[in-house]
């Protein structure tokens, strides 16, 4: 693919952005790209296992989202496929050049369910691909996609040794999609697991050999079951599911701060009752808890389930905790950045490299690097300067398109040795 093409490609993806679970024409469109090259594509049951997914989009929501894509262009038959049968794709390319290194690269492919700007000054917009179905990639998941497309026609030629294998990872917002690819198995033979990120408050020209640290976390959801009744004709025979997930709000955000790590708690949402005089017999609540340290998170997590407990005892109700997703802190291998280091020094259009900077919140790739280097392998976090305008989730941020092939060059370097 030239540079008009990736370009093409990033912005047919910007068009058109979808949300976690949801990427069914975006995941469409990558199988699209890659048509003809000697791959092997994984979807479905062998790209990712989604039987322990916490709240997974019910049937309406995925019918519609298959419907936008069958009506921005998608083959209908794909859109059904991918609606029908999740939507993360693991791509193999076998080299020639003999065996050697088995690399793996995570490239998330949602998008956020926010608005994009409709400011004619918005470059999206001048340009017209800006998102107006409601979600937007504003945090550089089209970039990711098409650096994964790009890479893989780059190396199509086969002229490496070893083996590449591209994880397009959906729902990496809200840290739920990289959990249910390492469940189907993707990750386990992966000898050197690598992850690449626009950093849009970077300029163009700079890179990061790797992220470290970052926040661990748990998304978690409460559900509270109770008992209705009259609230005032009976309101001792009820069992009031919102006081018990009020009472559980208020002891989380008072759980207190770590003098070993840093850490971060929160009550996101808390959805309860019917009716201003039944008392509430149900109530939904999300919180979360990040760390920057893997076992304090855990910590913290046992810690809501025990206020969540009592809370419930005290109110006769019925909890229960679910984790929605998930995330590790990230510990890259010294040689890899490296490596890393190395191949952005030589690259004539990288004009500032930073061997490590700390990342700031929660990426799932974090789990995929963790899981290979349990197993004996090794791991890094590539972040390419993208020049944004304006922060990540933001409904102005925008990447700056030259910065595509430069993380494409990068990569290629690596893998071809």
């Known amino acids: 693919m030239d540079f008009e093409q990736l370009v093409a490609f990033r912005r047919a993806l910007h068009r058109n952005p979808e949300p976690a679970f949801l990427e069914i024409g975006t995941a469409a469109r990558i199988e699209q790209a890659l048509q003809g090259l000697p791959l092997r594509v994984l979807t479905g049951k062998a790209a990712q296992d989604l039987s322990a997914v916490v709240n997974f989009p019910p049937p309406e929501t995925l019918d519609t989202w298959a419907a936008r894509a069958a009506d921005s262009g998608v083959p209908a038959e794909r859109a059904r496929y991918f609606r029908e049968n999740g939507t993360a794709l693991v791509v193999d390319l076998v080299g020639v050049a003999g065996p050697g290194p088995r690399w793996g690269l995570r490239v998330d492919i949602d998008a956020l369910p926010m ?61 739920r999609g990289a959990q249910t690819m390492i469940d189907a198995g993707v990750a386990d033979e992966i000898d050197t697991m690598l992850a690449v990120h626009m950093a849009g408050d970077m300029a163009v020209g700079g890179v990061v050999g790797s992220f470290t640290g970052g926040l661990a976390t748990r998304k978690l959801k409460v559900d509270f079951e109770g008992k209705a009744s009259h609230a005032a004709g009976a309101p001792e025979a009820g069992r009031n599911a919102l006081l018990a997930a009020a009472m559980s709000a208020l002891g989380i955000m008072g759980i207190p701060r770590f003098s070993s790590a840093d850490t971060r ?15 509430p017999s149900s109530a939904v609540m999300t919180c979360e808890a990040r760390a920057t ?24 109700v019925r909890a229960n905790v679910a984790v929605m997703g998930q995330s590790a802190t990230v510990a890259p291998d010294e040689d890899m950045i490296d490596r890393i280091v190395e191949a952005a020094t030589a690259h004539n259009d990288v004009t500032e490299v930073i061997r490590t900077q700390a990342l700031a919140g929660s990426d799932d790739a974090n789990l995929l690097i963790r899981h290979v280097q349990q197993r004996g392998g ?35 370097s690596l893998i071809r040795g």
């Open 293 to 316: 340290d893997d076992e304090v998170v855990d910590e913290l997590v046992d810690r809501v389930r025990s206020i969540v407990e009592g809370a419930s005892l005290a109110q006769g």
């Open 265 to 279: 708690l929160n009550v996101g949402t808390l959805v309860a009752g019917d009716g201003v005089n039944i008392v």
């Open 378 to 412: 090794k791991g890094a976090y590539l972040m390419v300067g993208a020049g944004s305008p304006t922060p990540h989730h933001s409904e102005t941020f925008d990447i700056a398109e030259q910065s595509i092939p430069t993380a494409i060059d990068i990569l290629e």
């Open 115 to 175: 608005r994009e700007s409709a400011d004619a000054g918005h470059f999206p917009v001048a340009n017209g691909f800006a998102s107006t179905n409601g979600a937007m990639h504003a945090c550089g998941h089209d970039a990711h996609a098409t650096i994964g497309v790009g890479l893989l026609h780059r190396l199509s030629d086969r002229d490496f040794a070893g083996t590449l294998r591209v994880l397009f990872q959906p729902a990496e917002e809200g840290v």
